[in-house]
């Protein structure tokens, strides 16, 4: 399960860097804090437990991101995904249009809240969203009944754009907002 969770979004990730950059036959690397992977196999595993856990990932997601190396400096991984694990994300898996679409959206100049709340009803009439007051994000958008999308989005209006950052729910929950 927790390795499913975790190639679901190694993959994720790479569709949102692709939306942001295009696509590119290259290789990437991605950074997870260690809470974040403990979340993924619902352990407390520390560094070196959790890096013994990811030197051999299965062929599942192997066959499909290739081999994919794990290193890690202190309780910070890298998973440095080969190039074929890029392009079978790109030729592969249904492209992310929610994504997309933010993306676009929030890189026009004069994007405003309504139109991202416009673009979220756009998929669906039932979400969840919460003024937020901590300094780093304003407000909180998220899908309250889409098991694809299970993400929550921080959004920051910092005057002549807006920034977005998604977080899974537990990653989100860490950071206590």
């Known amino acids: 399960m927790g ?18 950059l295009g696509f590119f036959k290259e290789d990437i690397r991605l950074y997870y804090p260690l809470s974040s992977l ?15 856990r990811l030197d051999t990932l299965p062929e ?26 890029t392009v079978y994300v790109h030729d592969n898996t249904a492209p992310n249009e929610f994504i997309h679409q933010l993306v676009e959206l929030v890189g026009k100049h004069g994007c405003t809240m309504n139109e991202i709340l416009d673009l979220f009803h756009t998929y669906s009439e039932n979400i969840i969203t919460e003024e937020m007051n901590n300094g780093e ?14 993400y929550y989005y921080c959004f920051k209006d910092e005057g002549c754009h807006i920034i977005y950052h998604r977080f899974l729910p537990e990653d989100y929950a860490d950071f206590d907002f």
Do not use: W
Request: net charge negative.
């Open 137 to 150: 994000f304003d407000r909180l958008i998220r899908f309250a009944d889409n098991s694809e999308d299970p």
């Open 60 to 85: 599942s997601v192997t066959s499909k991101l290739g081999q994919i190396e794990v290193s890690h400096k202190g309780d910070r991984f890298c998973f440095h995904i080969p190039q074929e694990g």
């Open 38 to 52: 403990n979340h993924f196999f619902d352990t407390s595993s520390n560094a070196d437990e959790m890096q013994i």
């Open 3 to 20: 390795y499913d969770k975790l190639e679901r979004n190694l993959i994720d990730i790479v569709k949102e860097e692709q939306a942001k």
